[in-house]
């Protein structure tokens, strides 16, 4: 990566003096408009966790397979990180607050027919759908914020609301899960989403302000081709390195892993397409994704940060479900419970950095915070079958949280300083996308780490058929060992690049607006 690129000409950086008839315009319903953009953002993270409490539920009243079950999650992940980087080009050139309502609007259709579907195959389209439809809105909710806020402490407030928001959702998705499916119906986790969607889209319709590209505004449909087949290619490899080896034995952890024929596949064809895309972007007149978005130095800091923390805290949620309900014999919605603090930490701590990002900077916030979420993920590496919950799960999930909160809103900072108006979606975009790309990363590795450990556990140690039913929450915890390890490790890569590569001071973040006057 290079240092800072130099901005497109249309935005002005800190040290350009504007006449004053030409200052940017501020938009007196701005703090409502971040209460919908934010709504919006709450539901597509909420969705994901909801769905993942429903999912036994569903597969049970539609007779889905074990094999086939992974669908539910797959459709949506495959649609949803393929096209993300399309969503942000059509928010730019579209407009980004209409793109941001066809979102919505297509989100909440999809989520109705995934409530009413009486079929396995009409689930899978719907959630494949929901994640057509998110990657439309989610780029185009971060951008419109990014044009909406653009004096110092106001945008550093308004990220405070969307990164605490961003980061505590999952966790408020598993309760919310928890209560909708035990006291009403696993539909309902869908359904919800539809009345939710239609009153943020009513609100959006008078209080948020459009905005959309200038210039050159032609798509780039070679780069829309070769990325949106690349991602997919992508997303699917690590979906199939990490798919259950035998998912009709539900006690077998074994995955298919990285070296399957069809996970190779995969991952050769997603490389053979994306080392194409950049390729064409290179040389295209109008590319969808310009490099210079990426290759700027705090910019690509960022989006690798959010790499490595999406596949890192995977760990976290996914193996302290496990450990939760299967080793402390929690039921799902206390569990979800369980989670609670961890959104709480999110957002308490998020007003606070919010307040100190313009005083002292991104990286200021982001070392410490990452090094706290190291220290938290490790400490899980210690939990047995008595830890208790309060003097060690609990701690460590606080300073996660508060490490966490201290990352998300510098880093969303930072990977949208400096941008021009003109690429202020695909900049969103590549932000969405690296989250994605981690998340799926770290499914496939993490889930792979845990079943071999897993397996090695009970091969060393299982002598009988009795043996292996009594070792197996032993072995869960070997697994989970390992997993939360590597989770730190992950994390640990995303400290290293905040501390080498991110370089931008407290005056290149707050007094920079990331895109020119909103409307």
């Given at each position: 990566?290079?240092?800072?690129?130099?901005?497109?000409?249309?935005?002005?950086?800190?040290?350009?003096?504007?006449?004053?008839?030409?200052?940017?315009?501020?938009?007196?319903?701005?703090?409502?408009?971040?209460?919908?953009?934010?709504?919006?953002?709450?539901?597509?993270?909420?969705?994901?966790?909801?769905?993942?409490?429903?999912?036994?539920?569903?597969?049970?009243?539609?007779?889905?397979?074990?094999?086939?079950?992974?669908?539910?999650?797959?459709?949506?992940?495959?649609?949803?990180?393929?096209?993300?980087?399309?969503?942000?080009?059509?928010?730019?050139?579209?407009?980004?607050?209409?793109?941001?309502?066809?979102?919505?609007?297509?989100?909440?259709?999809?989520?109705?027919?995934?409530?009413?579907?009486?079929?396995?195959?009409?689930?899978?389209?719907?959630?494949?759908?929901?994640?057509?439809?998110?990657?439309?809105?989610?780029?185009?909710?971060?951008?419109?914020?990014?044009?909406?806020?653009?004096?110092?402490?106001?945008?550093?407030?308004?990220?405070?609301?969307?990164?605490?928001?961003?980061?505590?959702?999952?966790?408020?998705?598993?309760?919310?899960?928890?209560?909708?499916?035990?006291?009403?119906?696993?539909?309902?986790?869908?359904?919800?989403?539809?009345?939710?969607?239609?009153?943020?889209?009513?609100?959006?319709?008078?209080?948020?302000?459009?905005?959309?590209?200038?210039?050159?505004?032609?798509?780039d449909v070679p780069g829309v081709l070769l990325a949106t087949t690349g991602l997919f290619s992508l997303v699917y490899g690590f979906t199939e390195a990490a798919k259950a080896a035998n998912p009709d034995n539900p006690q077998d952890t074994a995955v298919q892993g990285w070296?399957?024929?069809?996970?190779?596949?995969?991952?050769?064809?997603?490389?053979?397409?994306?080392?194409?895309?950049?390729?064409?972007?290179?040389?295209?007149?109008?590319?969808?994704?310009?490099?210079?978005?990426?290759?700027?130095?705090?910019r690509g800091g960022s989006y690798l940060v959010f790499l490595f923390v999406g596949a890192g805290l995977f760990a976290m949620f996914l193996f302290l479900t496990y450990y939760f309900q299967l080793n402390l014999g929690y039921s799902p919605l206390r569990a979800g419970f369980?989670?609670?603090?961890?959104?709480?930490?999110?957002?308490?701590?998020?007003?606070?950095?919010?307040?100190?990002?313009?005083?002292?900077?991104?990286?200021?916030?982001?070392?410490?915070?990452?090094?706290?979420?190291?220290?938290?993920?490790?400490?899980?590496?210690?939990?047995?079958?008595?830890?208790?919950?309060?003097?060690?799960?609990?701690?460590?999930?606080?300073?996660?949280?508060?490490?966490?909160?201290?990352?998300?809103?510098?880093?969303?900072?930072?990977?949208?300083?400096?941008?021009?108006?003109?690429?202020?979606?695909?900049?969103?975009a590549v932000l969405n996308t690296s989250q994605q790309i981690g998340g799926s990363l770290g499914t496939a590795l993490l889930n792979t780490l845990f079943a071999g450990a897993v397996t090695a556990y009970l091969a060393d140690n299982v002598r009988s058929p009795e043996d292996?039913?009594?070792?197996?929450?032993?072995?869960?915890?070997?697994?989970?060992?390992?997993?939360?390890?590597?989770?730190?490790?992950?994390?640990?890569?995303?400290?290293?690049?905040?501390?080498?590569?991110?370089?931008?001071?407290?005056?290149?973040?707050?007094?920079?607006?990331?895109?020119?006057?909103?409307?």
């Open positions: 990566m290079s240092d800072a690129v130099p901005p497109t000409p249309a935005a002005p950086t800190a040290r350009t003096t504007q006449p004053a008839d030409t200052a940017p315009e501020v938009d007196p319903r701005r703090w409502w408009a971040l209460a919908v953009i934010a709504a919006a953002q709450l539901m597509i993270v909420l969705d994901a966790s909801i769905v993942n409490i429903a999912l036994p539920s569903a597969q049970q009243d539609l007779g889905i397979s074990n094999a086939d079950r992974q669908w539910v999650v797959t459709a949506y992940t495959l649609a949803f990180g393929a096209l993300l980087l399309l969503g942000g080009r059509i928010a730019d050139y579209t407009g980004r607050k209409r793109t941001f309502l066809i979102g919505l609007g297509g989100f909440a259709a999809a989520s109705a027919i995934g409530g009413l579907a009486p079929t396995a195959e009409l689930l899978f389209a719907a959630r494949a759908l929901q994640g057509a439809f998110a990657a439309l809105m989610a780029p185009a909710a971060l951008s419109l914020l990014t044009v909406t806020f653009t004096e110092p402490r106001e945008r550093a407030k308004a990220f405070g609301v969307f990164g605490a928001l961003s980061g505590g959702g999952a966790a408020i998705g598993l309760i919310v899960g928890g209560v909708l499916t035990e006291f009403t119906s696993w539909r309902w986790c869908l359904g919800v989403n539809v009345p939710v969607a239609m009153l943020v889209a009513l609100a959006a319709v008078r209080l948020v302000r459009e905005s959309k590209a200038p210039g050159d505004t032609r798509y070296t399957d024929p069809k996970t190779l596949a995969w991952l050769v064809a997603a490389l053979v397409l994306l080392v194409a895309f950049v390729a064409w972007e290179r040389r295209a007149k109008n590319p969808m994704l310009p490099l210079r978005v990426v290759l700027d130095r705090n369980a989670f609670l603090p961890f959104s709480v930490g999110i957002i308490l701590t998020a007003g606070a950095v919010a307040q100190l990002l313009p005083r002292v900077g991104p990286k200021a916030l982001m070392v410490p915070g990452l090094a706290l979420a190291v220290t938290g993920m490790l400490m899980l590496t210690q939990v047995e079958a008595d830890t208790s919950y309060v003097a060690w799960v609990l701690p460590s999930m606080l300073l996660m949280s508060i490490g966490m909160a201290c990352v998300f809103i510098p880093a969303s900072s930072t990977a949208l300083v400096n941008v021009g108006e003109h690429d202020a979606g695909i900049a969103s292996a039913r009594t070792m197996a929450p032993d072995a869960f915890l070997s697994g989970y060992h390992v997993a939360f390890f590597w989770g730190a490790v992950l994390l640990g890569v995303a400290l290293l690049v905040a501390l080498f590569v991110i370089n931008a001071r407290k005056q290149d973040v707050p007094s920079e607006p990331a895109v020119g006057a909103a409307g």
